[in-house]
């Protein structure tokens, strides 16, 4: 039974950048040698989120867009704002509701996901930025 | 210290059918003999969803669905839809929002859970679907 | 490799307090003596949440209470009303969005956080609170 902390990071677009990872992860698992346990991939930052969606251009582009503009618009005067004249009171509350990091079961070396199932990073503040994205395996 | 990966199937009714999983999670932390750790909850796939609730009808039956068509109705005409000829757009984006795992501490070969919090699947597809659903739990 | 299950309790407000519970995790985890691992971080009820955020006045006294009054307001008349004579409907929708857990890597006997990120607890029930928080600790 071991643990392996490794990282990678990205360049994410502002405003809603949805970034398929899956590809990395899984590497970042296989370089571990842990066969079977959990992977936790986390960013760290309170403008960032990590779940899962089935990665085609509809949903990534438009659809999930749409719907967080919908629930929680950049545009609104947020109380955020007032406190540090930051602009990002969205990308905030967008975090706080996906959460920044989601848990896989790993078996054989990697993640088990659905076969449309992938892992996602979503950059949800409004300028660009370098994101440091862990993944936390832990297992025999 | 020890990690042992452990599954069930469940039939799953379309359009937010949500199944109390509970007893079978607990059970399932029973047979891999862990005492003290930590149990993941997965669901594999893009369109079904895990998380908790108090188990009663009022919940599970009526306020859970009619919160998750107000934010993401069914009918709308999602560009997933377009991609595919698909129409579970909305069934992606409510799996999105809610996440695909849950993870909980194991104290005495038992999730920790409040005297009123059930462990909950839900299924937000368009269709029936038979669903794995993975415990993973590690511990001593 | 070990695990630690630890826990501590605290005092909510009704009607969406958020506390700050960052300095109390990490005490946990230096108490564990582990020193690189993950923590899930885990309130029992189905009427609290975990999450993160920048905590600062304008967004956890302000902008979180707005936008979840906004997509579930506690006045509503849910169906969960009904079935015990309750009033805490809408407390229960919020902890079944937000979710009752987060897991975090641990590095160095701290969890791995942003600079402005702060572990939070969501005080979703119509009554005052106290509530155990789980910190379970999984590493070497």
């Given at each position: 039974m071991t643990v392996d902390i490794r990282s990678f990071?990205?360049?994410?677009?502002?405003?809603?950048?949805?970034?398929?990872?899956?590809?990395?992860?899984?590497?970042?698992?296989?370089?571990?040698?842990?066969?079977?346990?959990?992977?936790?991939?986390?960013v760290s930052g309170s403008t960032g989120a990590i779940s899962t969606t089935e990665y085609e251009p509809g949903l990534v582009k438009t659809d999930i867009e749409t719907f967080l503009e919908k629930i929680i618009p950049y545009?609104?005067?947020?109380?955020?704002?007032?406190?540090?004249?930051?602009?990002?009171?969205?990308?905030?509350?967008?975090?706080?509701?996906l959460g920044t990091s989601e848990t896989f079961p790993v078996q054989n070396g990697k993640a088990i996901l659905g076969t449309w199932q992938q892992i996602i990073y979503i950059e949800n503040d409004e300028k660009s930025r370098t994101r440091t994205i862990y993944c936390t395996i832990i297992g025999e």
């Amino acid at each position: 039974m071991t643990v392996d902390i490794r990282s990678f990071t990205l360049r994410a677009d502002p405003y809603c950048d949805v970034i398929n990872i899956t590809d990395e992860v899984q590497s970042q698992i296989k370089k571990s040698e842990i066969k079977n346990g959990l992977v936790n991939v986390h960013v760290s930052g309170s403008t960032g989120a990590i779940s899962t969606t089935e990665y085609e251009p509809g949903l990534v582009k438009t659809d999930i867009e749409t719907f967080l503009e919908k629930i929680i618009p950049y545009k609104e005067d947020y109380a955020h704002h007032k406190t540090w004249g930051d602009h990002n009171g969205a990308g905030h509350l967008r975090s706080f509701l996906l959460g920044t990091s989601e848990t896989f079961p790993v078996q054989n070396g990697k993640a088990i996901l659905g076969t449309w199932q992938q892992i996602i990073y979503i950059e949800n503040d409004e300028k660009s930025r370098t994101r440091t994205i862990y993944c936390t395996i832990i297992g025999e």
